[in-house]
């Protein structure tokens, strides 16, 4: 009766944009939010519209982690391939056409293959010296990313198979596939964590965790883009849009409309590495639901 309830007030605050979407599979989620940009959505640091050289671009974005190099923008967004670096850049700066806030890899919406069985483990060494740093503990670290799962998983058709047989040695991406679709791995970085978009070849299926470790609330952000889901303030309804040193989004057409309350937005675009800090919003589920079809618990509240 709760979610039905829930349901009610979604149809009734948003009106046409949520009839439309309950007609493909919408649904309720854990907190409200607002559908258009609002006061709070106020930035003194304008959009860059100059695209930076192709050049410039690549060399920022350049990383090398845990022994790989790969690229990484937007703070937390990796490519491990230039090729998908350039195309991304060329989708952004040279040919900016329509785009989804679901991740697009040539057209098609980046989504996990098997979203009801997206298998993870935990790599080995946590809590222990690594040479040039030492992990946080495991508990913590399990604890927030698994309560974070359970929020995505209450909201859409996701669900997450914790593989903890492979725990440990077992866990790696360096070399065959041991059966899960990306390992959670702690890395020297002190704050920043990074999650892979589906389309991300096996090698860089990584959820790392900075050395600080990780809060449920920045979990759920990155667990975020493990589904494919890209930065909410690169919507094109964004006001401003944000575009902080030339790596964010330039023409992006989102799932749903513009949502300050997103998990998947920053706070602001001159701190870029600080997230909303919010539960997933109104709208977080309903695009999520576009994407991956509703929970099962939906179908039992519905008359």
Known sequence: MKQFLMLRNELKMHGPLLSAALTL????????SEDVAGSDWLESKAA???APSYEHYRDTARRVILGNEVFVVETDMLFDREALLKSHYDDLYVRPTAKSIINKVGG???KRANPTDIRYCFSAGWGQNQGTYTA???DGVRTAIQQAMVAWQGIANVRFTYMS???GASCTNTGANPGVDF???HYADSSTAIGPFPSLAWASQKLLVPTSGISRLLAIHEIGHTIGFRHEHISAAATPRCSEGGTEGVDYESLTAFDTASVMKYANC???SVINGTELSLLDGVGTRLAYG????WWAVLP
Do not use: E, H, K
């Open 183 to 185: 390992v959670v791995q």
């Open 25 to 32: 599979c919408c649904g309720c989620s854990s907190a409200p």
């Open 270 to 272: 001159t701190v870029s």
């Open 165 to 167: 047989n492979l725990d």
């Open 294 to 297: 509703p929970p099962n618990w």
């Open 48 to 50: 860059v519209n100059n």
């Open 108 to 110: 098609v919406r980046d």
């Open 136 to 138: 946080p503990a495991l």
